[in-house]
């Protein structure tokens, strides 16, 4: 993380396909399907029977 000189801070982030980057953190990320129906359902895709 950076301050600029007017107090705004900017954090870097580097999103590639595999990991989520920052300063300090590596996060791993990726695309599961599953075939049944999830507990949490927010906004989901659901395609030939997948989700």
């Not at 870097?12 to 396909?17: K, N, Q």
């Not at 300063?23 to 399907?33: D, K, Q, R």
């Not at 049944?36 to 395609?47: A, N, Q, R, S």
């Amino acid at each position: 993380m950076k301050m600029t000189k007017n107090g705004v801070a900017v954090i870097g982030i580097d999103h590639g396909y595999g990991n989520i980057k920052t300063a300090n953190t590596i996060t791993p990320t990726g695309v599961t399907a599953y075939d049944k129906k999830p507990v949490f359902e927010g906004t989901m895709l659901f395609y030939d029977n997948t989700y």
